[in-house]
């Protein structure tokens, strides 16, 4: 599974592994994530009809109205299982526990997307497999990552008190998450965009983007393993 060999990789990049406790717990969230953000979206979609019964097409709104359900929802799901826990101890944890969130999502979502496209074809299910293990996970990866990094940087912030802001832990309070999640939701709402254009071109490039993107991560993510108070 695309998500699980992603899970392995960042893992292994993290010089104090975490208890594979409180990863399972926030890969487990994360995927729990997955029904609520499709009740929102869904609900999201009925509003905007609404509201404009002649709309032919995903509207912008739409487009960052989803993006930002699922940004939020998956650093509810790190918040919630991890970032008030006492295994949440150093800047670097921020990341962890946002990319773990991000995959647990980004699994659920690749098995439905997967056997949905399988119904046509084991080939159709063999491409689409492929397709979100290059696409999608890259982006739920990058997008978190955005919010783990805002969280990351704030995690020494003197007006932190011990026990941590009830927005974010000990990794920065509202402010930092409030940055993360503009910088996710805009990052997830431009590769949809492009999704949907669906032209062969936007895609791939879209696609390269993402590479580079996680090329620039891992040089961040070594930052972040180094930062001391």
Same mark, same amino acid.
């Not at 009740?39 to 109205?65: C, D, H, R, T």
């Not at 690749?110 to 689409?128: C, E, P, R, T, Y």
């Not at 290059?134 to 955005?146: E, P, Q, R, V, Y």
């Not at 071109?201 to 696609?207: A, D």
């Given at each position: 599974?695309?998500?699980?060999?992603?899970?392995? &990789?960042?893992?292994?990049?993290?010089?104090?592994?975490? +208890?594979?406790?409180?990863?399972?717990?926030?890969?487990?969230?994360?995927?729990?994530?997955?029904?609520?953000?499709?009740?929102?979206?869904?609900? %999201?979609?009925?509003?905007? *009809?609404?509201?404009?019964?002649?709309?032919?097409?995903?509207?912008?709104?739409?487009?960052?109205?989803?993006? &930002?359900?699922?940004? #939020?929802?998956? #650093?509810?799901?790190?918040?919630?299982?991890? &970032?008030?826990?006492?295994?949440?101890?150093? +800047?670097?944890?921020?990341?962890? #526990?946002? !990319?773990?969130?991000?995959?647990?999502?980004?699994?659920?979502?690749? !098995?439905?997307?997967?056997?949905?496209?399988?119904?046509?074809?084991?080939?159709?299910?063999?491409?689409?497999? @492929?397709?979100?293990?290059?696409?999608?996970?890259?982006?739920? !990866?990058?997008?978190?990552?955005?919010?783990?990094?805002?969280?990351?940087?704030?995690?020494?912030?003197?007006?932190?008190? +011990?026990?941590? +802001?009830?927005?974010?832990?000990?990794?920065?309070?509202?402010? @930092?998450?409030?940055?993360?999640?503009?910088?996710?939701?805009? *990052?997830?709402?431009?590769?949809?965009?492009?999704?949907?254009? @669906?032209?062969?071109?936007?895609?791939?490039?879209?696609?390269? &983007?993402?590479? %580079?993107?996680?090329?620039?991560?891992?040089?961040?993510?070594?930052?972040?393993?180094?930062?001391?108070?």
């Amino acid at each position: 599974m695309p998500a699980l060999i992603w899970l392995w &990789f960042w893992l292994k990049e993290d010089l104090h592994p975490e +208890p594979k406790k409180a990863i399972s717990l926030t890969f487990f969230f994360g995927m729990l994530m997955v029904p609520a953000a499709f009740v929102l979206e869904k609900a %999201l979609m009925k509003l905007e *009809l609404f509201f404009n019964p002649q709309i032919a097409s995903i509207s912008i709104f739409a487009i960052f109205g989803w993006a &930002f359900i699922e940004e #939020y929802l998956k #650093y509810f799901a790190a918040r919630q299982s991890a &970032f008030k826990k006492p295994w949440f101890d150093e +800047p670097v944890d921020a990341l962890i #526990y946002m !990319i773990t969130a991000a995959l647990g999502f980004a699994a659920l979502e690749n !098995i439905l997307f997967i056997f949905q496209a399988g119904d046509k074809g084991m080939l159709s299910g063999f491409v689409a497999g @492929n397709m979100r293990f290059i696409g999608a996970t890259l982006l739920h !990866i990058l997008a978190s990552s955005a919010v783990g990094i805002g969280l990351a940087l704030g995690f020494f912030k003197k007006e932190n008190p +011990p026990a941590g +802001p009830p927005a974010g832990g000990r990794a920065g309070g509202r402010k @930092n998450v409030a940055w993360g999640l503009l910088a996710a939701v805009g *990052l997830h709402a431009l590769f949809n965009f492009f999704i949907i254009k @669906n032209s062969a071109v936007g895609v791939l490039k879209v696609f390269s &983007f993402l590479w %580079l993107g996680i090329i620039i991560l891992l040089l961040v993510f070594e930052k972040i393993k180094r930062l001391k108070k």
